[in-house]
């Protein structure tokens, strides 16, 4: 039995079709599902009994297993899923003030190594399928729904995983996060971070998600030794295809930069970066590093974000220092998979 999660609107239509059934049916199915939370079949009084039962066979609509939930000092909620191969699924959901921005992965482990991120480290193992991406907001919806009764706001594919390295999994996936019958979330409201797989991102419509991208360092020689990606994907190809990529009205496109003391925080670190993105249409979101055991960095000084935040504000980029949440529970950026190392 395959897992409804993984169906996109079309593709729905065409299993319920090959069946000789009438494909609106889907529609229905979508509604129940998504937008009213009917897990149940037997729950969908517009849909025949005998119909019901046929959906029953063909479909699974078991949330994704929880593990286990830990929740941080600061309201994060991190979940660990386990997916039916044993591997674990982690997802971090972060409260704010007018927000609720949930953090997913879209693969198990990642093979870009960057050398400051403990997934990295883990190497990879797999891709998440497109049930096991969507999955990951549904559960946590219920969760929500059922607790604290909040709801997700925002989605980000930030956890493990590059998402352009599972590109067809992910394209789908949003899909269905962003249909109207589907989980019904504006492209404004869902934001890809990529460390730069430009083939993948020119497959991505503007009004597809936001973009960011992880930059890390405003040089080749510096970004190649902690992100070994930046040797196919130079910051030149990078910004030959942010100056090209055509973006929707007042959209911006974000760039990640995580600050590691005394490698990345100088303030001729800062200047390199506002030479680089001058003129571009962006958002800046600095990260000071998060440590863990496994990881040499250091989390810079607070009086250095500060400068390097500063010179970028006085030259007016918009620059925002992310907070760094779940420290406590190993949910904070690049920390995701450290438990179960
Ligand atoms: Fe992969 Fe992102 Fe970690 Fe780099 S930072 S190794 S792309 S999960």
Same mark, same amino acid.
């Given at each position: 039995m395959e897992s409804f999660f993984g169906f996109t609107l079309p593709g729905l239509e065409k299993a319920i079709g090959a069946t000789g059934k009438e494909k609106y049916r889907a529609r229905q199915l979508y509604r129940w599902i998504y937008n009213q939370g009917v897990f149940d079949f037997d729950g969908m009084s517009n849909i025949p009994k005998g119909l019901r039962a046929i959906f029953k066979d063909m479909f699974s609509t078991d949330? #994704? *297993?929880? =593990?286990e939930a830990l929740t941080s000092k600061d309201g994060s909620k991190k979940f660990a899923f386990s997916a039916e191969d044993g591997h674990i699924i982690e997802s971090i959901v972060m409260p704010e003030k007018d927000r609720n921005t949930l953090c997913i992965s879209t693969q198990i482990g990642c093979r870009m190594g960057c050398r400051f991120c403990v997934t990295g480290r883990m190497g990879f193992k797999r891709n998440l399928t497109v049930h096991e991406i969507v999955g990951q907001v549904v559960a946590v919806k219920e969760d929500l729904k059922k607790g604290s009764g909040e709801r997700i706001t925002n989605i980000v594919l930030m956890g493990m995983g590059e998402p352009m390295d599972n590109l067809d999994n992910v394209m789908a996936a949003l899909d269905i996060i962003r249909n109207p019958l589907g989980l019904d979330f504006s492209y404004r409201r869902i934001t890809v971070s990529s460390v730069g797989l430009v083939e993948g991102l020119k497959t #991505?419509? *503007? =009004?597809?998600a936001v973009i960011a991208i992880s930059l890390n360092a405003a040089d080749d020689g510096k970004r190649t030794s902690i992100m070994p990606i930046n040797r196919l994907y130079s910051i030149g190809k990078i910004m030959q295809f942010v100056k090209g990529f055509k973006l929707p009205n007042r959209a911006r496109i974000t760039f990640e930069y995580v600050l590691l003391r005394g490698f990345n925080d100088s303030l001729d670190d800062a200047k390199r970066l506002a030479e680089l993105l001058t003129g571009v249409k962006c958002k800046i979101n600095l990260i000071p590093y998060n440590e863990s055991p496994y990881i040499e960095f250091k989390t810079p000084e607070p009086a250095s974000v500060e400068r390097f935040q500063s010179y970028l504000l006085d030259r007016h980029f918009t620059t925002i220092i992310r907070d760094s949440r779940g420290r406590d529970i190993c949910g904070g950026c690049g920390q995701l998979g450290m438990r179960y190392l």
């Open positions: 949330l #994704l *297993p929880i =593990k #991505l419509e *503007p =009004k597809s």
